[in-house]
RNA sequence: GGCGACGUGGCCAAGUGGUUAAGGCAGGGGUCUGCAAAACCCCGAUCGCCGGUUCGAAUCCGGCCGUCGCCUCCA
């Protein structure tokens, strides 16, 4: 079995190959830098982020580029009602996105090109496209002539006429189409503009990502990604504009889109858009939750999201860590030492089946906690040293591909001596079977968020919440 | 209205033609424990509804019901 993706462009499973391996030239679509980035940015990041991390463990060398769109309508009305530079707006959330890459463990992109750093290549791309008869120009805006490019509608699955048919309202008549979509716009007066060939003005939205894809990548790439909801018109026109420009086909070999991120329950919607921002999410949880949540379904399916499934996803994080505490004997040979060398090697042979199968994390994690429990069992029977060592770091082998971290909670070092020093007690007070007031300090403990475990091998805490 | 997706135990969620339908959370019963906790063991679904194809379907086809996404410069 090797590696198969869905493909939107064909609507269908296919073996992955890659145009020139081992390399893999991937783009993704990122956000448009007008507001505070939320956890539906978060899902999308992280897809991909786990595909990139699975095809690199694969053996795949890629090539990860990442865009900004740091200039566009949302942003310049965000900032005239904030009353501060719209360059300045995006690259405030610029910077907060690099914070997050780093909360929620992502690896980094090789590029992330912004639009305001890719004019000339966008200004170059437009006038191509207008030597070649797939735009034209009016009152200094360009617009892209759909009609001319043949495959328009092959991604998405829809075709011009009814498309036409479901156009929306406001057509603006100097359009040759009502589906022509612009390539650059006129400036307004107090916008951000740049001088073209055209008049001052600023690319289109769909524009900026052909051209950098161009720049960073060349004529064709290997996988190109983002949002269900980006399929059309933006990855349609990209196509459009990407194709026309250099004759060749297909401009992304692969297209992979991810679900989008629904809100269940009803509260934690606020008044205007009912979201939840990166940072409101990582105020109260540790990256690894969010990133579990994403793993637990398909990256294709819509994903479902409310407090018990942060409940849940929070416990079995905890699941995970626990396979990770040190074994307690050392047997390394006999049935239970076997067992466990085999099913380790089944878990990972399973864990490559699922995720040779378009990405199922979800199939793949199932097989993870398969392992957990294979540890535990070990555990409980007495296993440790090299079979028990090695199970735990294919454990970790496996969630670090997925882009866990599973890192031990942060204690706050000055606290330590406190707690220790309180069990210590405790331990006295067992021994002389004081369990009245032993019980007493492990409840308090406990809502304090510290719980205490005793074991024959003396006794153990850790953070809870 | 058009295009598309989904509907699996209390919740989340894999499985997409054929052994006992993964896994997580919650719940019940045990083992362990001074009591707990953690861990381990056991228990629970015939797969939205109807019809069809097939020796055989949750898995393919049709219809219905329901939920959702896109079609409006949103990942």
Redesign the pocket.
């Known amino acids: 079995m090797s590696l198969h993706v869905y493909n939107t462009l064909s609507?269908r499973l296919e073996p992955f190959e890659p145009l020139d391996p081992p390399w893999v030239k991937m783009y993704v679509?990122?956000?448009?830098v007008y507001d505070k980035a939320?956890i539906?940015?978060a899902?999308?990041a992280i897809v991909f982020d786990v595909v990139r991390r699975y095809l690199e463990y694969r053996g795949y060398r890629v090539v990860h580029v990442m865009n900004f769109?740091d200039v566009?309508?949302?942003i310049i009305n965000r900032a005239n009602e904030l009353g501060v530079d719209p360059l300045d707006l995006a690259q405030k959330y610029i910077r907060e996105w690099f914070e997050h890459v780093h909360a929620l463990n992502l690896l980094p992109a090789h590029y992330y090109p912004r639009v305001t750093l890719t004019i000339p290549q966008i200004i170059h791309m437009v006038q191509t496209l207008l030597d070649k008869g797939y735009a034209y120009v009016v009152d200094g805006d360009v617009y892209y002539r759909v009609r001319k490019f043949k495959g328009y509608g092959k991604l998405?699955?829809?075709n011009l006429d009814?498309?036409r048919?479901?156009?929306?309202v406001e057509v603006d008549e100097r359009k040759e189409d009502p589906l022509d979509f612009?390539l650059w716009?006129a400036a307004k007066p107090g916008e951000p503009a740049w001088d073209s060939p055209w008049g001052p003005g600023r690319p289109?939205?769909h524009i900026e990502c052909s051209a950098m894809n161009h720049y960073f990548l060349g004529d064709q790439i290997d996988i190109h990604g983002?949002?269900?909801?980006?399929?059309?018109?933006?990855h349609e026109n990209e196509i459009a504009q990407s194709e026309a420009y250099t004759g060749k086909e297909p401009f992304a070999k692969y297209w992979l889109h991810?679900?989008?991120?629904?809100l269940?329950g009803e509260k934690m919607s606020k008044s205007l858009g009912n979201l939840v921002t990166i940072d409101e999410f990582l105020a109260e949880h540790e990256g690894d939750v969010f990133r579990l949540i994403v793993l637990?379904?398909?990256y294709?399916?819509?994903?479902?999201y409310d407090d018990?499934?942060v409940?849940?996803?929070e416990?079995?994080l905890?699941?995970l860590r626990?396979a990770l505490?040190p074994p307690v004997g050392e047997e390394e040979e006999g049935d239970a030492a076997a067992r466990l060398r085999e099913r380790t090697a089944h878990a990972r042979e399973q864990f490559l089946a699922?995720m040779d199968?378009d990405f199922?994390t979800?199939?793949a994690?199932?097989?993870?906690?398969?392992l957990?429990?294979a540890i535990?069992?070990a555990?409980?029977a007495g296993v440790g040293g090299s079979p028990f060592a090695q199970a735990q770091a294919t454990l970790l082998e496996l969630t670090h591909t997925l882009g866990l971290e599973l890192r031990p909670e942060a204690v706050a070092a000055d606290v330590v001596p406190f707690i220790d020093h309180l069990i210590e007690i405790r331990s006295e007070l067992?021994k002389q079977k004081q369990?009245?007031l032993?019980?007493r300090i492990?409840d308090r403990l406990a809502q304090l968020g510290v719980?205490?475990?005793?074991?024959p091998q003396g006794t153990t805490w850790r953070w809870q919440r």
């Open positions: 609507k679509c990122g956000p448009t939320h539906g940015h899902m999308s769109t566009d309508d949302k998405s699955g829809r009814e498309l048919a479901g156009a929306r612009a716009k289109g939205w983002g949002g269900t909801d980006l399929i059309f018109p933006h991810n679900g989008m991120l629904q269940r637990s379904s398909h294709r399916k819509p994903l479902g018990e499934v409940a849940d996803a416990k079995a905890q699941r626990g505490r699922a199968d199922n979800a199939g994690l199932g097989h993870i906690f398969t957990v429990r535990n069992t555990r409980d067992r369990w009245a032993a019980d492990r719980a205490l475990e005793d074991t």
